[in-house]
């Protein structure tokens, strides 16, 4: 079952990604990426991070993904116009060529890397308890820090987009 | 166990969005896109770090992972402020048009 | 005994002119500058009388100056009897000068700008002759050398006056480099520059072994001394040196200043003893100098350069002295010099004074009604310096003469013929200034009491002087030559025959020796144009070193290679910068390009190493 899941998922973001670095217009790249996090929040949740899942759907998919789509409608961007001519070979079959390189690749690699133990669906749950205890304890600095952080990335952000007056 | 899926399909499956990010940033001409490009990458990194988290079973590497969403988001409010910016003072989206530091 | 406070004196007169002069009345610069070397004269006088009778040498040691391994100088100043009389003729012959200048600069600008520097010069020449070491010596000497310069070219407005002061400096630093090289011989020979330990040092060296090196060191310190001096080779720059203001002449090219080189000599008397070859080299020069530059005053229009090869031909005379042995006579020669050859030129500088700037001999004439003083007093130097019987060039010069004779009688018999052109020229001078018709347009008039008061003091030393019996003095340091009475008034008689052809030519049958010139034609410009010597060194070594100095090393070296290579080095770091600066092609695309593919060059290199185990 585990396998299944991974294949599906695994296989959606990846033609998400690929639509992301292929569409024209931005709204179809910002729509293709939220794709994107979604598969890879399944993905997460198959790890055992339940914590980084939610973080994942709710955080960049809810919050970032939507900053960037009302900017693209802020800016009215319109469809790009074509990058480069290609041949009609490589706009037919430059994607089955592609997969089957990387396909190959990854064989390869997966052949050459040692057998672990894989991964099974339960065995580790990474909850919001160990989480939060971690972050509070072992990495008070960074968190610390990355409030800081997103203070004066609020400050930047109102200070670059504001009106001249 | 029949449905262990190896960790190492983890990983190429990061390797190869990291890819694809990289192929957005540089073929790509629209800002935005490009932007969408660098969080491909940035989600890419963080299934690589989850991954690394599963194989010790500790949930540091969620807490990286963490980090890296909170500075994203930092980095996209900033960054699209200033593609705001640059819209207003240049009225354009393409990449290319933004040369003004040419030597 | 404060020895260091005679020097000090005028080192304050200089620094309060030099700082101050220019917002103090004349007045209080007159103080200064006069004063400061008056106190010197005093302290001098009350520290022989404290001393006296000087017979052993009595040292002051100040402070350590260079320690360096086993080379240690000080500032040591020391008195004996040789510093006693340099002493007192530096500071008495130098006071008297200074009250005159007052006088003669009166109406000239950079009034306290010429009594500093003359401060200042008085400083340095009493630091050489105080000096118990060569180095401090040296001191003294570059010093004086220096001061030389910034009064020749005091009127430095004209070029001819910048142009004497150059020379003088340049050709004194020729001598410099031979005096510096012996003193770097010396340092190795005897591993100090102390003079009492150098010369007992030398005395102890044993005679066969010790006379190379002593008589290379010797040879050097003459080629400082030659040029010092102004003896032949390097005696070029004294008749230029004119040019400066007349005191300066009389102190510094006629006093002291180039007596330092006969000083020098007569202190390292027991180097030069033990090398023979140099006290022969030393007389030669001396002789050959003084007959030379004697020819070349006979002919002479200006009556400073009369004087000044004068005082070439009467240097020679002291280096003749001094190389025959006779180191007392030489010293002797020396005072009595100092007296009668700053008379001289004191003398001619109130006559081109009264005549506004007037100096050639042409323009003169029948001058004595009009400056009584000045006329007599020159007429009394003129009899010291032909030898009249029983002045002070009298004594001094036949000490000398006797002392030739005994070494070499040739040397003797040219000394004589030199003397019988001296008293010709000098008193040929005489005859054409204060003799005849006056054939200048100026207003001729006799100089105010400041200026002829040293003039009649200096009469009185030049005439008197000779009773100071200075061989006797030295006596323990130098020995003693044998009177020769025969000798002396033969000498003493030519010096008369030379006073009476002068008035035969310039006196009872004038004309005559323009006539004689033109009869002597190629000879006579010859002489006149100073043997063309100028012009042979400026062929022969100036030119060739300024061309070569141009082209080899200022186009060559200066401007192509240090210059080339300088801005070789700014133009490769712009050829270099405009082609990585492509890099910057304001794409942000291709920056991203270069981005990754640096990535993957790490990585590569990453993956090669070994990983990041």
Known sequence: ?165 | MQNAVPLSWYLILSAILFALGVAGFIFRRNIITVFMSIELMLNAVNLSFVTFSYEFKQVDGHIYSFFVMVVAAAEAAVGLAIILTVFKNRSTLMIDEVNSMKY | MHLWLIPIFPLLGFLANGLFGRRIPKALINTFAVGSVLLSFLWVVKTLLALSPIETKYIEHYFTWIQSGTLNIGVDFAVDRLTAIMLMVVTGVGTLIHIYAVGYMDHEGGYYRFFAYLNLFMFFMLVLVLAQNYLLLFVGWEGVGLCSYLLIGFYFTEQFATTAGNKAFIVNRIGDFGFSLAVFLIVRQFGTLDFSKVFDAAKGMPGEASIGILTTITLLLLVGATGKSAQIPLYVWLPDAMAGPTPVSALIHAATMVTAGVYMTARSATLFMKAPITMDTVAVIGLATAFFAATIGLTQMDIKKVFAYSTVSQLGYMFLGVGVGAFSAGIFHLMTHAFFKALLFLGAGAVIHGLHGEQDLRQMGGLFKHMKITAITLFCASLAISGFPFTSGFFSKDAILVAAYERAPWMYWVGVLTAGMTAFYVFRAWFMAFTGEYRGHAHPHESPLVMTGPLMILAVLSIGGGFINVPHILEPMFAEHAENQALAWLSAGVGIVGILLAVLFYVVKRGMADSVAKAFGGLYTLVYNKYFVDEVYDAAVVEPLIEGSRTVLWRGIDAGLIDGTVNGVGRRSRGIGSILRLIQSGNIRSYAAWVVLGSIVLLLAIGFAGGLR
């Open chain 1, 1 to 165: 079952m585990t396998a299944i899941f991974f294949l599906i998922f695994a296989g959606l973001a990846v033609f998400c990604a690929i639509n992301l670095v292929v569409q024209t217009h931005p709204i179809a790249s910002a729509l293709s990426l939220i794709g994107v996090m979604g598969s890879l929040a399944v993905l997460y949740l198959q790890l055992g991070g339940e914590f980084i899942a939610a973080a994942q759907v709710i955080v960049y998919a809810g919050a970032i993904m939507v900053l960037f789509v009302f900017v693209i409608m802020l800016l009215n961007a319109g469809a790009e116009s074509a990058t480069f001519q290609v041949s009609r070979f490589v706009k037919y079959f430059g994607a089955i060529l592609l997969a089957a390189f990387l396909g190959l690749v990854s064989f390869i690699i997966q052949g050459a890397l040692p057998r672990t133990e894989g991964v099974i669906f339960g065995a580790f749950q990474g909850t919001a308890l160990d989480v939060g205890r971690k972050l509070f304890t072992t990495y008070l600095l960074p968190f610390e820090a990355t409030s800081v952080l997103i203070l004066i990335a609020i400050v930047g952000a109102i200070v670059l987009a504001r009106k001249e007056v």
